[in-house]
């Protein structure tokens, strides 16, 4: 997936606590930045003491962010290509950083692993995990079938395992003479 840069053209709070409606270049997107805004609480807390001023967000004259610039303060801004990747991982068209990391660990894979498993270089894997990267879809479909075919096998296993005691039950019965009785 080719980096989206977008231009912001307009935005607006939305439905909710901390949701924007984006209107940019190419279209219009919602979505939702309290996360964003609580882990960078020391940057926005003129904002979360006045969670009313959300409404005065607007965008810099570039289109290139959205800010609050109220009370002399003008760091409390958000790029357009963090809020784009923000959408991505919200509408699930992308996994994030670390739900890319924990994908990772529950295979119980290393980076080297999956990098071998999704045939690209390791440090790409890092590029994603970092965030440097927006990972693309194609790769999240890629986790997706290899997450299954994981469970494929862990299935096939117990299948065979079942089999194994079913025909052993089996022999027993007719070397007994029960029959399952």
Known sequence: MARKIITIKEVRTGNGPFVLTVRHDGGEFMVDISDHIHAAQHVFKPLLLAPHRLSDVAVDEYGSCVGWYFDGTDDMEIPADLLWRLHL???GRSLSPQGFAEWRKRMGWSKKRIAEELDMSRRM?????????IIPRTVVLSCQ?????????QFIKIRDGLDNVIKAVEAESIRTGTNGQ
């Not at 894997?125 to 970092?130: H, M």
């Open 125 to 133: 894997v890092e590029l994603y995990e970092s965030g440097q990267q």
């Open 89 to 91: 991982y919200q509408t």
């Open 145 to 153: 079938r290899l997450e299954l075919a994981q469970d494929m096998d």
